[in-house]
């Protein structure tokens, strides 16, 4: 079993690094010391907003070791449902496959439910099959189709 807490502003270089940590991450993140301005500036409206939960899994030496990203989303449809989006899940290399993964999501999923929330949701990647495997064995469904723009 590993912790979980909020992160602190002292993670984030160590969440950077796990979000840099795979093919697509590697292409997206920049690795600097310190840590790039625009991490700091996410990192403080993220700590400003309630409706935002950016969390760290830990190991007994207090490391960072996964993290993830929580947003609560008020809603009208439904009967003005909430729901809770899940993104940036990430775990360290050497921990892949430990169980901490599902761990982190059955945690970011209690959180939802504590908050009210109808449902969950989360996106990934196409190219990333093997997360949407982990995914869909944790009970969530491909049920609709994801678009994004960039700008």
């Known amino acids: 079993m590993h912790g979980f807490r909020l992160a602190r502003q002292s993670d984030l270089a160590a969440i950077v690094r ?9 292409t997206r993140e920049v690795i600097a010391n310190p840590v790039d301005a625009r991490y700091l500036s996410a990192f403080a409206a ?10 760290v899994a830990i190991d007994a030496a207090d490391r960072v070791v996964g993290c ?5 989303i008020p809603g009208l449809s439904r009967t003005g449902m909430w729901r809770g989006q899940i993104e940036s899940v990430r775990v360290a290399s050497d921990r892949r496959g430990s169980g901490l993964g599902a761990e982190l999501i059955e945690w970011a999923i209690a959180q939802c439910a504590e908050r009210g929330c109808g449902l969950v949701q989360l996106t990934s990647d196409k190219t990333r ?18 678009l994004k723009r960039t700008l």
Do not use: P, T
């Open 46 to 55: 993220i700590e400003a907003d309630a409706n935002q939960l950016l969390a």
């Open 18 to 26: 796990l979000l840099a940590d795979d093919d697509l991450g590697g």
């Open 129 to 146: 099959a093997d997360s949407i495997r982990f995914y869909e064995k944790l009970g969530f469904v491909a049920s609709h189709e994801g």
């Open 68 to 72: 993830l990203q929580l947003s609560f």
